[in-house]
């Protein structure tokens, strides 16, 4: 579930975790961005609707990208393993300029593409150039590590988190999202905690994180992007902590960013809007 | 409301805000770590139970205290601000080696001893080595800038709290208390943003911080102590946000405590326990 290599002279595309409840009409800067990114007019567009319960879930989205004026656009439904293998659904994903999950439960898209022809080939084409968004559980499934299950509140506990090996298109984050909503502060704290390598990203609904090609990221639409680094940590008292018990922590950085900051991801800096 | 000046020779009180919900029974770590540094059997306590409606705040306290093998217990009713400035009282007061405040709430404190000479002897007694300890809205008020009011969620928003002054024991923190468990921390760090010169401390329900004559925290309690340290923030965008809208800040360093660590307010360094 590692991210595919990209090749010498390609360039990675965008990675796009979006927080839920984003709006659902054209004047979401999010999905714009998106288009933009994925050729304008010229997108062609898959949505994956696996993760949700809903019939209707992929048509709404598709409704807004054609708003943006985008009209190729495939809603591939990969509802069981079988699917994931489908030549014709693969090469239908194989000719997108971008993809985006809708929301649900990231353990149905987990359990339903990971390990198949389907994954491989999204990361693939990912570290191909082609962006990858997903909002809601879309988002928390498109990294590495990805939050299967927590409980809510602001202070890390063992145990308060549940991870589970997630899309893999880069390790360099674990996605949290509804972040302000649902008080979700302490499972993604708890999740760092486990083995601090990776940077905490917690993705407020309506707001999107969109992930460069150089890992530098941007912020767009209304709420916040709460960014926990933890390259610095000093102390964590997780092995020592038993179940339930809350966990020290010492030396996390914390940014809140709003619509046009930016943070990269290598070096650990947040820059503000037009700097 | 500033501190009052300790003596060349002499060594500020301890300053010992609760999170609340503290357990009203004599194996409380925390009001026995409080009873043994204001002089064990010998200790004076004064409890002030101004913040609370209820008659029987100051007298749950006391038999706790009692529990723990002080004799020399007084409940001080400042009830009005005549009483404030009544002789009698105040020679209680001015008598104590230790000061508790209880929970309710902190607006009916400030409003209640802000400004008279009980107030004034408080700050003068600590800064002669008197402890002063106050749980929920007694934790709130002990600090300069007083957290009186504020609404819940993790991200900070210009306007999300209102601040007032307190009774100022100390200018170098600001409290906010039942911490995770009223998910508090947006609103303590937007009372960072406004004026980033002191850090933040959120406490647990059933956890204290000890903050010592060198400026040092203690942890104790069930609890944890979130420390919000802006010594280093890079970015606010507090003066261009309007009301209600959230706030960018970037490079907070946070730290989750628990018993036992410890906390350098001037150097802003953590310490796990027992080290």
Redesign the interface.
């Known amino acids: 579930m590692s991210p595919a290599r990209v090749s010498e002279n390609g360039q990675r595309g965008w990675i796009v975790p979006v927080g839920g409840g984003e709006r659902k009409v054209h004047t979401s800067t999010i999905l714009q961005q998106l288009v933009v990114l994925s050729g304008g007019d010229e997108a062609r567009m898959v949505i994956i609707p696996t993760a949700s319960e809903l019939d209707t879930a992929g048509e709404r989205t598709r409704d807004v990208f054609r708003e943006l004026g985008v009209s190729d656009i495939e809603i591939v439904d990969l509802a069981t393993r079988t699917e994931c293998e489908n030549p014709k659904l693969l090469e239908r994903l194989g000719n997108a300029t971008g993809i985006f999950f809708t929301g649900g439960n990231q353990l149905r898209l987990s359990t339903t593409i990971g390990g198949t022809s389907a994954a491989k080939l999204i990361r693939q084409r990912n570290a191909n150039g082609v962006h990858v968004a997903g909002t809601s559980a879309g988002a928390a499934f498109i990294c590495e590590h990805m939050i299967a299950d927590g409980k809510t ?4 506990k063992r145990g308060m988190v549940s991870l589970a090996p997630g899309l893999g298109l880069t390790n360099q984050v674990i996605i949290d999202q509804h ?2 909503e649902r ?4 499972r993604l ?1 708890t999740s760092l905690a486990y083995n601090p390598f990776a940077t905490g990203i ?1 993705v ?1 609904e309506d707001t999107a994180a969109f992930i460069g090609p150089d890992d530098v990221i941007e912020v767009f639409g209304s ?2 992007l ?1 960014v ?1 680094d933890t390259s610095q940590l ?2 964590s ?1 997780m092995a020592e902590a038993r179940k339930g018990q ?13 619509a046009g ?1 930016r943070y990269d991801l290598h070096s650990h800096t ?1 820059y ?2 037009g700097t």
């Open positions: 509140g602001a202070t890390p972040f302000r008080d979700r502060i302490g704290l917690g407020d709420g916040g709460t926990l000093e102390y008292s809350p966990v020290s922590l010492m030396g996390v950085r914390l940014h809140i960013l709003l900051d947040a503000p809007k």
